[in-house]
C-alpha cells in the first residue's frame, strides 16, 4: 500500500462550489504540506503543518484553507472554488523537519474547475 | 532567498545518450539539493539530494549529480537514457529554515526517442 495517498485523484467542479481534497499517510511523519502544480511553474506551497496544532501558510494560500485531523490526515479546501485554482495538487509528508530531509510525495490529486 | 533555475523545460535525447538535465541555484547559505522525477500521473519521487559532504551524488536509476559551489549549479546526468526515463525532472533547494520549505525549479521534460 502507498505510503501517501489522496482522494480523489481527479475532480471535476464548478465555479463557486466548495471541495475538499484529502491526504493521508501512513509514514509516522509529523510534517504534512499542500502544493499545486501548474504547467511551467513547478510546485508552489500552499500550505504546511508541523503538527496537529500547528498550521501554517505557504506562499500561496489565499483561496485555500486546510485542517489537519490527526498527525496522518491533512486536508485542503477550496471554499470557492474558480477556474484558476484548476492544477494539480499534491501532499506530501516528512519526518522531523530538518532541511535535510526527504519530502515524500502522493500520487496527486487532479483538480478542474468549470 | 533561495531559488532555482532549470535551463531547458523540454529536452529530447536518444536512448542510449547521455542525459544531461541543468539546474542552477541561489542560495545565501550552504544549499540542500534536491533532484526528483515525476513519472506520467505519478507523484514526485526523490532522485537523489546532496546535503554535505562528497559533491558527486549517486541515486537511483544510474542517475548521478555533482554539486559545483563556484558554478552554483548542481546538473543531473546519466550515462545512458533509456526509454523508461521519460518523465518531467525537478530540481529543488531547500530553505535551509527548521520549516524544511521546498523551493522546486520550473521542471524539465525528458524525452527518449528510440
Known amino acids: 500500500d502507498a505510503d501517501v495517498t489522496q482522494t480523489p485523484r481527479n475532480r471535476i467542479t464548478k465555479t463557486g462550489k466548495r471541495i475538499m481534497l484529502e491526504c493521508s499517510q501512513t509514514?509516522?511523519?509529523?510534517?504534512m504540506y499542500w502544493y499545486r502544480q501548474d504547467p511551467g511553474l513547478g510546485l508552489r506551497l500552499i500550505y504546511y503543518?508541523?503538527?496537529?496544532?500547528?498550521?501554517n501558510k505557504g506562499e500561496i494560500s489565499d483561496g485555500y484553507s486546510v485542517s489537519r485531523q490527526a498527525q496522518a490526515k491533512f486536508s485542503l479546501s477550496l471554499e470557492s472554488a474558480i477556474p484558476n485554482q484548476t492544477a494539480l495538487y499534491f501532499c506530501?509528508?516528512?519526518?522531523?523537519?530538518?532541511?535535510?530531509?526527504?519530502?515524500?510525495f502522493g500520487p496527486g490529486t487532479r483538480l478542474l474547475v468549470l | 532567498a533561495q531559488s532555482v533555475t532549470q535551463l531547458g523545460s523540454h529536452v529530447s535525447v536518444s536512448e542510449g545518450a547521455l542525459v544531461l538535465l541543468r539546474c542552477n541555484y541561489s542560495?545565501?547559505?550552504?544549499?540542500?539539493l534536491f533532484w526528483y522525477v515525476q513519472y506520467p500521473n505519478q507523484g514526485l519521487q526523490l532522485l537523489l539530494k546532496?546535503?554535505?559532504?562528497?559533491?558527486l551524488v549517486k541515486g537511483i536509476n544510474g542517475f548521478e549529480a555533482e554539486f559545483k559551489k563556484s558554478e552554483t549549479s548542481f546538473h543531473l546526468t546519466k550515462p545512458s537514457a533509456h526509454m523508461s526515463d521519460a518523465a518531467e525532472y525537478f530540481c529543488?533547494?531547500?530553505?535551509?529554515?527548521?520549516?524544511?520549505?521546498?523551493?522546486f525549479g520550473t521542471g524539465t521534460l525528458l524525452a527518449v526517442q528510440p
Open positions: 509514514k509516522g511523519h509529523d510534517r
Open positions: 542560495s545565501s547559505v550552504p544549499p540542500y
Open positions: 546532496y546535503t554535505t559532504g562528497a559533491t
Open positions: 503543518s508541523f503538527d496537529v496544532k500547528d498550521i
Open positions: 529543488a533547494v531547500s530553505d535551509h529554515s527548521a520549516t524544511n520549505k521546498l523551493i
Open positions: 506530501a509528508t516528512s519526518d522531523q523537519g530538518s532541511s535535510q530531509e526527504t519530502q515524500y
